[in-house]
């Protein structure tokens, strides 16, 4: 019982992240038509912001070691630790939450400036030039910041308050569920973000003249609204979304360049299994296959299957598709 | 003319045809066929000759393949007599005389393995045929070195492997043209067992995760056995993906399973990712059957211990050489490298800078590039002054065997290099093992072109 409930609530993490980066990638899909293949790159991207922060947070005084005389090498002491104290060292241990802050306007820009610069002369291209030309971009990407942050992990901790674990197991009874703070908060985050961007797109006129115009754009424009302006709106939306997951993903997943193609092939095959352009179904099958993917783990799963942990994803994609062509959620 | 004379003068002038015709023929083939005859792969021509470095420049483990590059850099420097000379100043015996190897200037030419079998065999494949490297070296994964290794015995050059640490590359799946200066997992268990007992006590349950390759396989098979040779039981050892990113599937099962110590079967990012997600999940927090939790990684690399940042501290492990040692050959190349680059080396440039060095001088013992000369002279060669003490290129496996160093996370670093502490230098008696422990054939030399 108390393996079923952890692989539960790892399924329901792990399908946290895989739905936040598939709703974007859907919002994309059903607003612009535009298969996004920098997608992952954006997470990527909002995961180096928070390294980012974290370093301007530390910058330091060093104080040169000087029993090591063959290179330079430095004891570190950040400033604001220096200046401020105890006030200081929260504020760097709080790194992570602050990035939050300074994500949000950084994505945006970054989601706006792609579309606007490179992704708009691709509406009416194949869907093979747009994979091809948002993949390139995301390699693009990941060299860049392989350039300037190199290829090795770097580590971001979570607030201390929170950098521990939680006993759930003894709320309900159960011993030995215990389960880390911060995976309760992604989870938690997760759902957040997923029910703004529902409101958002369910409660707001703006949401509601973007949700027509991924029924029919072109009777949209034709009653006099620029659509085009609110789809690049959306396309900085996604990139937030998909930052915001990557900031928050950093003290789970010590991030690197390439972290964000290692979530995307997930991430496509959870829009494709959700139905291509709906957003209810990236969010359900987000944590439907993140859920699958943890069980199959299981060593008593495992005993019977061997392997199956690795494969499971694609085989319970191969199974919905021939059964639903469209994904769960599509329509036909 | 007698029938005698008249025999002996149409034999000769029968003799005399067929040699003028042998003549003819050998002067009308190309060239190649000619050297295919007389000569090894690659035989060095002018006044120079290439050496294959073969590191990964992206993937997971660019940076690692950066440093040894860097290292690679440095040797061929160091070769050319150029610079302050490093580990050639505390070699011994050395052949050596800085001016190249056997006279000949030494150039390279570079490969991108991307850690990747297929990758790596193509970019060796590229330099042995385009480039006309004469020998090969590099790599940062077992999967890798096996493959090139294999690719190099077909191709008459020798392979004088990077970081691999698989039992399999000196054991069931060695060749006659590979050797490997790194030390391997049976080592690194020989050397942990010990420490471990001496540290955690004899009454423990281990729970093992490891990664399903090779290397994997090998360090579990390795540290299993020293674990449960001195007393403790293994709860379950669990296979995970190669990149798997989030393990948390793969250690909640750890925290009910009566275990008390967790194995981290893993290298790089999987290590920092595991680790890091470990202590998460409050293992090191944990107290079980009445005794703190522990977490063994047993081969650590500073490079990595970087990613996994404090939650390494207080770790134990093994590695093959760190900066921080104060034997002459080691300061030697600290300052060295140091003084090129502005940083440290690490493990993985040292072994890389120290086999270039070490192939250079069998060349110049056996006065020839030919690669069953070069083996000769490598087999059984003893050295000193690079940095592991006494050390010696074993005839029966071509593996190196020399002291280990068993290292802990360290809690109070002294500076952003200053990452692990050498807590015990063991030596080479305690982790050598037979000539057929391992199995496998080396094979024959092949200098056919």
């Given amino acids: 019982m108390e393996a079923l409930l952890l692989q539960v609530l790892n399924g329901l993490d792990k399908g946290g992240a895989y739905a936040l980066i598939a709703l974007g990638l859907t919002l994309v899909f059903g607003t612009l038509g535009v298969v996004n293949f920098t997608h992952g790159a954006l997470f990527m991207l909002g995961a180096f912001v928070a390294v980012s922060v974290e370093k301007v947070l530390t910058i330091s005084s060093k104080v040169r070691d000087e029993s090591i005389t063959f290179f330079e090498a430095y004891k570190e002491t950040p400033y604001l630790e220096i200046w401020w104290g105890d006030t200081g060292a929260a504020i760097i241990d709080w790194s992570v939450p602050i990035s939050i802050i300074i994500a949000i306007p950084i994505m945006l820009a970054v989601g706006i400036a792609m579309e606007r610069g490179l992704i708009k002369y691709f509406y009416k291209r194949e869907h093979a030039d747009q994979i091809l030309v948002t993949f390139g971009l995301a390699i693009v990407i990941g060299e860049i910041i392989k350039a300037n942050f190199g290829a090795n992990a770097i580590p971001q901790a979570a607030p201390e308050v929170v950098s521990g674990s939680v006993d759930i197991g003894a709320a309900i009874g159960l011993d030995g569920v215990v389960y880390p703070w911060w995976r309760m908060i992604y989870l938690a985050f997760s759902l957040s973000i997923i029910g703004g961007v529902f409101a958002f797109l369910h409660m707001t006129t703006f949401g509601m003249v973007v949700r027509a115009g991924m029924h029919d754009r072109e009777t949209v424009g034709l009653l006099g609204i620029n659509i085009e302006k609110r789809f690049t709106i959306v396309f900085g939306l996604a990139a937030v979304v998909a930052g915001l997951a990557g900031v928050m993903y950093t003290p789970i997943l010590p991030p690197d360049y390439n972290m964000g193609m290692d979530f995307l092939v997930l991430s496509f095959l959870v829009v494709v299994v959700g139905g291509m352009g709906s957003l209810g179904g990236a969010v359900a099958a987000g944590f439907l296959l993140g859920i699958l993917q943890s069980f199959s783990s299981m060593t008593a799963v495992k005993e019977i299957i061997p392997g199956i942990d690795q494969v499971i994803i694609y085989l319970i994609a191969v199974a919905i598709l021939l059964f639903r062509p469209r994904g769960l959620f599509g329509k036909d | 003319m007698s029938n005698d004379s008249k025999k002996l003068t149409e034999l000769s002038r029968r003799g005399f045809l067929k040699s003028t015709a042998a003549a003819a023929a050998v002067g009308a083939a190309p060239a190649m066929f000619v050297s295919n005859a007389n000569a090894y792969v690659n035989a060095p021509k002018g006044k120079s000759v290439t050496l294959g470095f073969n590191v990964p420049q992206s993937g997971a483990y660019a940076d690692e393949g950066a440093d040894e590059l ?18 050639m100043n505390t070699m011994k015996p ?9 006279g000949k200037k030494v150039e390279f030419a570079t490969g991108d393995t991307q850690t990747k079998s297929d990758a790596a065999r193509a970019s060796a494949k590229r330099m042995i045929e385009k480039d006309g490297a004469v020998m090969i ?22 392979f004088m492997a990077g970081l691999t640490h698989s039992n399999d590359t000196t054991g069931k799946d060695k060749r006659k043209h590979g050797f490997r200066h790194f030390f391997n997992t049976d080592m690194s268990g020989s050397a942990l067992g010990p420490v471990l007992e001496s540290e955690f006590g004899k009454e423990r349950t281990a729970y093992h995760l490891t990664a399903d390759y090779t290397w994997g396989w090998s360090q579990e098979g390795s540290i299993k056995n020293t674990t449960e040779g001195i007393g403790w039981q293994t709860a379950k050892a669990v296979r995970t993906p190669l990149g798997a990113g989030d393990f ?4 909640t099962p750890v925290l009910n399973s009566g275990a008390d110590v967790l194995v981290l079967n893993h290298y790089g990012k999987d290590m920092v990712n595991s680790l890091t997600q470990a202590v998460q999940f409050g293992l090191r927090d944990k107290n079980v059957n009445g005794k703190d939790f522990q977490i063994v990684v047993p081969l650590f690399s500073r490079l990595m211990a970087q990613g996994a940042g404090e939650n390494i501290k207080g770790i134990y492990g093994t ?19 140091g003084a090129e680059y502005g940083f440290p080396p690490s493990q993985a440039a040292h072994t890389c800078y120290v086999q270039t060095l070490l192939y250079a001088n069998a060349c110049e013992l056996a006065g020839t590039f030919d690669p069953c000369g070069v083996i000769a002279a490598l087999e059984g060669f003893k050295f000193d002054g690079m940095g592991n003490g006494p050390t010696e290129y074993r005839a029966e496996d071509h593996q190196c065997f020399k002291d280990v160093l068993v290292v802990q996370g360290n809690d ?38």
């Fill in chain 2, 248 to 251: 948390s599937q793969y250690i």
């Fill in chain 2, 94 to 102: 050395m052949s050596l005389k800085g001016n190249g190897i056997l």
């Fill in chain 2, 412 to 449: 109070n670093p002294s500076s952003q290099f200053d990452l692990l502490n050498v807590v015990q230098e063991v030596p080479r008696s305690q982790v050598e093992y037979s000539t057929t422990h391992l199995g496998g054939e080396l094979g024959s030399c092949n200098n056919k072109a």
């Fill in chain 2, 319 to 337: 590695t093959n050489w760190n900066w921080s040692l104060k034997d002459a050959g080691s300061q030697a190349f600290v300052k060295s490298f």
């Fill in chain 2, 70 to 87: 860097r290292a690679y850099k440095l040797a061929v420097k160091h070769l050319n007599g150029e610079g302050d000379g490093g580990l």
């Fill in chain 2, 137 to 158: 070296s590099g790599g940062s994964s077992s999967g890798v070195a096996i493959a090139v290794q294999s690719l190099c015995q077909e191709a008459g050059v020798i």
